[in-house]
């Protein structure tokens, strides 16, 4: 195993999980759309972009599959892998030298942006992870950013505020200095998961994707920025965000929704590295493989506490419905002795973007939209089953809150059965036998 892109490409050819597009395809949209068109189905390689000679890939973990294959897991243990690698995380090793050395260029046009919907401000690099020295404990920090092209040396680069790398730039500015980063763009998925997972503060995420890779991952250091980014790396970006350099830009997010207008730092670049054959990694925003990207890590993150809090929970997903981020189900085993009040108040608390989170009984499917509805037609009661908080700390993403100041309302949904009923009255019946009868047999 050596942790790169290429690695895990050559694992969804064997599985038959990667189209190869050979047509020619402009960056302008046209790669948005056909990957928008395979969301939920196969990998996308293309290798003939009108913009450039790059190759890019795209929907790479847009399935279970596929992000299964990524953390070397099967599919119903994506989350033990994923909260084990974040409780053993283990340093990578670090090399000498790093494959993206073998070119190297001062101009950012070079790189196949696509321009994805037809209001956003510009093109976006959505697979971007940025590389910064944690202040306070001299570690690394890893995380996802959005990053707009200015010019050919300048992106303008999307920082949460209060998130650890907006930490970070705050604290140089502070201090009257520009803040050195290291960008890199095609790594392995796992890379990207653990980049996406937000970990504690002062904790390296790279740590994590070591793990997840089997212990396999070795680093390399950049020269101008010092930053230690995974050697295999398709292209890096060395450079740093200015302290007092701000741009226009808005964006599509999770919700596949646009994002308002926000002035946000510029990145100015000192050098960009690559390997020979680059290979270009878009992820669309709103679809498959930026909801799994973002969500699994929550999704296991939520999955370990809750069920070492409350032994009978079988699982917490994050709903299709609720773009993998705002809403939660999770399906418990209930007992006399349950509080099932006290569980939607602790995910709430270990997931702070969420906004509704239903609890279901063991025999209704979270992961089905139709199921948890019907839990919530034949076994709660409004003025009884509701637990409600208001004005408190929510998603950015939500455009019905109050985005200035993070502020929203939260709403859990007690949708087991009342044991204190007969219990026969919510029995869902069935039919014996019925999974051996065929209709082709008639």
Known sequence: MTGDLREYISKLK???????????????????????????????????????????????????KRFALAVNAKENKIHESIYSSIKNAKKPKIINSGKFFENTSNDLSKLPIVTHFEKESGPFITSAIVYSQNHEFKTQNSAFHRLMPID?????????????????????????????????????????????????????????????????????????????????????????????????????????????????????????????????????????????????????????????????????ILSNGGSHWLHAVAQISKTPSTNVKKIINEIFASHRSLKMVTVVDDDIDPSSSDQVEYAMATRFQADKDIVLIKNVRGSSLDPSSDQKNLKTAKLGIDATRPLNKRKEGFEIAKIPKLDKISLNDY
């Not at 996308?44 to 279970?64: C, D, P, Y």
């Not at 390399?220 to 226009?248: A, N």
């Open 14 to 64: 064997k599985s038959k999980e990667l189209k190869i597009i050979q047509k020619k395809v402009s960056t302008k949209f046209e790669i948005a759309g056909i990957t928008a068109k395979a969301d939920k189905s196969s990998a996308l390689l293309f290798e003939n972009i009108k913009q450039n000679n790059f190759k890019l890939v795209s929907n790479l973990v847009g399935t279970r």
């Open 152 to 316: 050919r040396k300048h992106f303008s680069i999307r920082m949460v505020e209060g998130r650890h790398s907006h930490r970070n730039f705050i604290n140089a500015k502070e201090h009257g200095e520009d803040l050195k980063v290291a960008i890199t763009v095609g790594v392995h998925p796992a890379i990207s998961i653990a980049g996406a997972y937000q970990a504690d503060w002062g904790k390296d995420e790279l740590d994590i994707a070591n793990s997840l890779l089997g212990k396999k991952l070795t680093l390399s250091k950049c020269p101008y920025s010092g930053m230690h980014v995974p050697s295999g790396t398709e292209i890096v970006m060395e450079g740093k965000i200015l302290q007092d350099r701000t741009d226009k830009e808005w964006m599509v997010e999770m919700l596949r929704t646009y994002d308002h207008p926000r002035e946000q730092p510029l990145f100015e670049l000192e050098k960009m590295y690559y390997r020979n054959n680059p290979i270009f990694h878009d992820i669309l925003s709103g679809f498959g493989e930026h909801h799994l990207l973002m969500g699994m890590p929550i999704e296991s993150k939520l999955n370990g506490i809750i069920k070492k809090k409350f032994p009978r929970t079988n699982q917490v």
